[in-house]
């Protein structure tokens, strides 16, 4: 895809999102670049929330969106009381956590255990709720697990996501990078894998919204 023809299809992409603007996540599946790489420019243009999700299948779209609704209900039913703790999951939780690794990552991963990688990135996610002063809330669990375990599967193969802004939010926030930066070592020792500065930067986008 040539440079005019990205500029016209983000243009054309911006404007539809406007007319149906909710103020609700965007998700882009695809596996071809530059495909995989516009979200960063969608976000940063209409300042929205976008995820990206690569490689893909029809299994990881439908569960993702299942999962998503299903998180969103929940969310909803907990706005009458407090956010759980980091410390502590309720049983409603749990059973989120299974149903992402049994509905979507068991299905999606290839070289991973879908298991092992929500069980350990849930260590890791309540490791840096706990260091951040955040509180738990089912949307940013499905939002790290399901994410947390595509970077690993690309870190795997040695194929990680650019991200632009990498240098600039290392500059504006350090701490926090840094921070989460030594919790995800732990997925690079469990996996023996090195995790890359962008796909940590990325990470660290996705818990400034919450901050």
């Known amino acids: 895809m040539e440079k005019k023809g990205i500029r016209f299809f983000l243009d054309y992409v911006c404007d539809i999102i406007q007319q149906i603007d909710n103020h609700e996540t965007l998700f882009i599946f695809s596996d071809i670049a530059p495909l995989t790489e516009i979200g960063e420019q969608i976000s940063s243009r209409l300042h929205i929330d976008v995820q990206s999700f690569a490689p893909i299948s029809l299994p990881l779209i439908l569960n993702t969106i299942s999962a998503m609704n299903?998180?969103?209900?929940?969310?909803?039913?907990?706005?009458?009381?407090?956010?759980?703790?980091?410390?502590?999951?309720?049983?409603?939780?749990?059973?989120?956590?299974?149903?992402?690794?049994q509905q979507i990552l068991q299905q999606s991963l290839v070289f991973l255990d879908a298991n092992k990688a929500s069980s350990s990135l849930m260590v890791v996610l309540l490791n840096i709720l706990k260091r951040l002063k955040l509180n738990y809330s089912d949307e940013i669990t499905i939002r790290f697990i399901i994410h947390g375990a595509f970077v690993i599967e690309r870190a795997v193969r040695s194929d990680p996501l650019p991200n632009k802004k990498t240098r600039e939010i290392i500059n504006s926030h350090a701490d926090i990078y840094n921070t989460i930066s030594e919790e995800l070592d732990a997925l690079n020792n469990i996996f023996n894998i090195t995790i890359s500065k962008a796909e940590i930067a990325t990470i660290t986008q996705i818990f400034l919204e919450y901050m």
Do not use: C, W
């Not at 299903?70 to 956590?97: C, D, F, K, V, W």
């Open 70 to 101: 299903h998180g969103q209900q929940m969310e909803y039913s907990l706005t009458q009381t407090p956010s759980l703790p980091a410390a502590s999951l309720s049983e409603n939780s749990r059973s989120l956590i299974d149903r992402i690794s």
